[in-house]
């Protein structure tokens, strides 16, 4: 069964400093989403992407944050300048394309941690 | 926007009783609820969905019911086994309902099943 990827599984970081977190989506897929948990608490949605631009974004998903799609098969989400609340893990999510919602299958994550 | 809310936090049964997870919404105009299950350092994982033209939906030991008037949803798990003890995520999508909307989560339930 196909499967959303993502790399790494564990991301260590100094506060500060830029990472990129990656994601490979569903091969037919054409709708993807970051996601983040903050330790113990519920699955948050950041931002949808979708054609190439953001299609939706929360309060969460502020100018440190952005997100691209570089090539044909990777989705990334990129954090500027991380703070130590920017420690959770980060779930990338993918679904098919439609005029109504389509489930939303979701990669393992990466654990970020912000040193 | 969007908010859920889901109880039991902490659900304990014996094996091969059933189990009730149940979550409210608030934005009316919500019209796709997803249950997602997470296993320990994995993604959540679709289990079932449900859609607002529908009032309950079955697949094998797991079903979902949803009542739009009173806005809640429920899942229910029959002859509980070992392999059913994980999170348990309940979310809704509210607005348009169309295209790339993210999921709003519940803070989860975290089902224990005693041998």
């Known amino acids: 069964e196909p499967e959303v990827t993502q790399t790494p599984s564990h991301q260590v970081t100094q506060m500060g400093q830029e990472v990129i977190l990656r994601c490979v989506p569903i091969?037919?897929?054409?709708?993807f989403y970051w996601y983040r948990q903050i330790l113990g608490q519920k699955v948050e949605f950041l931002v949808s992407?979708?054609?190439?631009?953001?299609?939706?974004k929360s309060e969460i998903f502020d100018d440190q944050f952005s997100v691209e799609r570089p090539d044909g098969s990777n989705f990334t989400l990129k954090i500027r300048s991380t703070k130590l609340e920017d420690s959770a893990m980060y779930f990338c999510?993918?679904?098919?394309?439609?005029?109504?919602?389509?489930?939303?299958?979701f990669g393992d994550g990466t654990r970020l941690s912000i040193l | 926007g969007e908010n859920v809310e889901q109880h039991p936090s902490t659900l304990s049964v014996q094996e091969g009783d059933s189990a009730v997870i149940k979550c409210t919404y608030s934005?009316?105009?919500?019209?796709?609820f997803p249950w997602y299950k997470q296993e320990l350092g994995k993604g959540p994982q679709l289990i079932i969905d449900?859609?607002?033209?529908?009032g309950e939906k079955k697949d094998q030991r797991i079903a979902v019911t949803l009542n739009k008037t009173a806005k809640h949803f429920s899942l229910h798990i029959t002859e509980t086994q070992p392999e059913d003890s994980a999170v348990y995520f309940c979310?809704?999508?509210?607005?348009?309902?169309?295209?790339?909307?993210?999921?709003?989560f519940g803070k989860g339930t975290h089902l224990i099943i005693q041998p």
């Open positions: 992407f979708y054609n190439n631009e953001i299609s939706e």
């Open positions: 449900i859609r607002s033209n529908v």
């Open positions: 979310a809704a999508i509210g607005g348009s309902g169309g295209g790339a909307d993210g999921l709003t």
């Open positions: 934005d009316s105009a919500s019209n796709y």
């Open positions: 091969s037919n897929h054409l709708y």
């Open positions: 999510a993918s679904s098919l394309p439609g005029n109504r919602n389509q489930p939303q299958h």
